[in-house]
């Protein structure tokens, strides 16, 4: 059974930068396609980034593109979300997810989709 475990959040001023990990155990990374969600306080699980098995498919969300960039280090199994430039509008708890499905682009950003999450971390900005 694959497990999620992240770790790296925290709290940070606007402006600043943080690097969420999440380390995959009981399978291979490399096999999966891999998301990053975030939930707020009274809002809906939302989509930041997510690519493709092979990465040929890559979605940014509006909100952190150009901030915020999706890396994998495949030999540590281990996935990582480096946010830069964090705003009041980021806090959150920050979620890893795989799945194990070769999703379209249509559908890549759907929670649905993703078979293993992790248990999420939380991320606070301060003004």
């Known amino acids: 059974q694959v497990q999620l475990v992240e770790s790296g959040g925290g709290l940070v001023q606007a402006g600043g930068s943080l690097r969420l990990s999440c380390e995959v155990s009981?399978?291979?990374?490399?096999?999966?396609?891999t998301a990053w969600f975030r939930q707020a306080p009274g809002k809906e699980r939302e989509c930041v980034t997510a690519?493709?098995?092979?990465?040929?498919?890559?979605y940014y969300s509006n909100f952190v593109k150009g901030r915020f960039t999706l890396s994998k280090d495949n030999a540590k199994n281990t996935l990582y979300l480096q946010m830069n430039n964090l705003k009041p509008a980021d806090p959150a708890v920050y979620y890893c997810?795989?799945?194990?499905?070769?999703?379209?682009?249509?559908?890549?950003?759907?929670?649905?989709?993703?078979?293993?999450w992790g248990q999420g971390t939380q991320v606070t900005v301060s003004s």
């Open positions: 690519f493709s098995r092979q990465n040929h498919r890559q």
């Open positions: 997810a795989v799945t194990s499905r070769n999703p379209i682009y249509g559908v890549i950003a759907t929670p649905a989709v993703y078979d293993s």
């Open positions: 009981g399978g291979t990374l490399s096999s999966y396609g």
